[in-house]
Nanobody, 127 residues
Framework: QVQLVESGGDSVQAGGSLRLSCVASISGYDQRYVAWFRQAPGKEREWVAAISRSGLTTVYTDSVKGRFTMSRDNAKNTLYLQMNSLRPEDSAMYYC????????????????????WGQGTQVTVSS
């Protein structure tokens, strides 16, 4: 049974930092692309960051570049998102997601690219 469990969400003030984690109970974790998405109330779920299977390549949506850093530890089946300089507009439920195993020609960044999802962890940033 595939399970992705996020943690680390909290309420912080603007300018603060949080580190999100996502532990995956899934076979072939190192053969899967993983990503972070977020969804604010009344808005569509949006892609935040994605990472290659090796962890050597990351891509970010423009609004978080320079503030968020994504990493993965394949030995621990764990994904991380270090979030610095948080802004109120970063407030959302954050979800981790994983693809099926196998190579891709590019880092997947669309919701439809991902087959497995966690339940989310809430991040609230106050001004």
């Amino acid at each position: 049974q595939v399970q992705l469990v996020e943690s680390g969400g909290d309420s912080v003030q603007a300018g603060g930092s949080l580190r999100l984690s996502c532990v995956a109970s899934i076979s072939g974790y190192d053969q899967r692309y993983v990503a972070w998405f977020r969804q604010a109330p009344g808005k569509e779920r949006e892609w935040v960051a994605a990472i290659s299977r090796s962890g050597l390549t990351t891509v970010y949506t423009d609004s978080v570049k320079g503030r968020f850093t994504m990493s993965r530890d394949n030995a621990k089946n764990t994904l991380y998102l270090q979030m610095n300089s948080l802004r109120p507009e970063d407030s959302a439920m954050y979800y981790c997601a994983a693809t099926v195993a196998g190579p891709r020609s590019r880092l997947p960044t669309a919701k439809v690219d991902y087959n497995y999802w966690g339940q989310g962890t809430q991040v609230t940033v106050s001004s």
